[in-house]
C-alpha cells in the first residue's frame, strides 16, 4: 500500500540547472496537484492536472515544468533553478474531495 | 492576494485546553473548507472538512464551527493532547475541491503542553 510516493525526498542544485522531481501515486486518482510550502506562506498550488495530458497552471506557476502522460505519474520540473525556488514540495493527488499529500522533497538551490 | 486568512500564527495550550484556530475567506464560491494536520517531515493529511451548507460539524475531539454570513470557519480540539501539538492549516476550493486545488491558509503551530 505505498499510495503516493515523492523522489528525491533531499535534493541539493545549484541555480541554472534542470531539477525534476518526481510523484507517483498507486490509486489511479484522476487529480494531481504540486504544491510548494514556505515558511509564512503555507502551501501554494504550483500546477495541477485533472487526467493523462490534462494540466494547468496554479498560483504560482513561472518557472516550473509539468507533464502527465500517465495517470499514476505527474513529475515536476524547473528549468533553470534559481534560490527562491529553495522549498519543500508537496505532490497530492485526490479522486473526489479529499486531497492525500505525499511526503514531501526538500530542495535547496544554492 | 491571500483568500484565506488564518490566526493565530502560533498557539500554546495547556493538555486539556481548547485550542481554536480561526479562518476566513474572501473568495463566495468556495464550497469546500478542509483542514489539514502536519507533523515535521511529513505531508499534510486530513483532519475533518465542511461544506457550507452546515454550520458544525464534530468528528471526535475536532469540530468545525461554519459561518457563512460572515465568511468565517474555526477549528476546536476538545481535551487537546501533547499528541495534537502540530501544525493546522485550514483550506478552501471550489467545486468541492477535487478539481482545481486547495487555497490554504499560512498554517497555525500548536503546542500542547503536559
Known amino acids: 500500500d505505498a499510495g503516493i510516493t515523492q523522489s528525491p525526498r533531499y535534493k541539493i542544485t545549484e541555480t541554472g540547472r534542470q531539477v525534476t522531481l518526481m510523484c507517483h501515486q498507486t490509486w489511479s486518482h484522476s487529480y494531481m496537484f504540486w504544491y510548494r510550502q514556505d515558511l509564512g506562506h503555507g502551501l501554494r498550488l504550483i500546477y495541477y492536472?485533472?487526467?493523462?495530458?490534462?494540466?494547468d497552471k496554479g498560483e504560482v506557476p513561472d518557472g516550473y515544468v509539468v507533464s502527465r502522460s500517465k495517470t499514476e505519474n505527474f513529475p515536476l520540473t524547473l528549468e533553470s533553478a534559481t534560490r527562491s525556488q529553495t522549498s519543500v514540495y508537496f505532490c497530492?493527488?485526490?479522486?473526489?474531495?479529499?486531497?492525500?499529500f505525499g511526503p514531501g522533497t526538500r530542495l535547496l538551490v544554492l | 492576494q491571500q483568500q484565506v486568512k488564518q490566526s493565530p500564527q502560533s498557539l500554546i495550550v495547556q493538555k486539556g485546553g481548547i485550542p481554536i484556530i480561526n479562518c476566513a475567506y474572501e473568495?463566495?464560491?468556495?464550497?469546500?473548507f478542509p483542514w489539514y494536520q502536519q507533523f515535521p517531515g511529513k505531508g499534510p493529511a486530513l483532519l475533518i472538512a465542511i461544506r457550507p451548507d452546515v454550520s458544525e460539524k464534530k468528528e471526535g475531539r475536532f469540530t468545525i464551527s461554519f459561518n457563512k454570513s460572515a465568511k468565517q470557519f474555526s477549528l476546536h480540539i476538545m481535551d487537546s493532547q501533547p499528541g495534537d501539538s502540530a501544525t493546522y492549516f485550514c483550506?478552501?476550493?471550489?467545486w468541492g475541491g477535487g478539481a482545481d486545488g486547495l487555497t490554504f491558509g499560512k498554517g497555525t503551530h500548536l503546542i500542547i503542553q503536559p
Open positions: 473568495n463566495t464560491a468556495f464550497d469546500y
Open positions: 492536472s485533472a487526467a493523462a495530458d490534462i494540466t
Open positions: 483550506a478552501a476550493s471550489r
Open positions: 497530492a493527488s485526490s479522486e473526489r474531495q479529499t486531497q492525500y
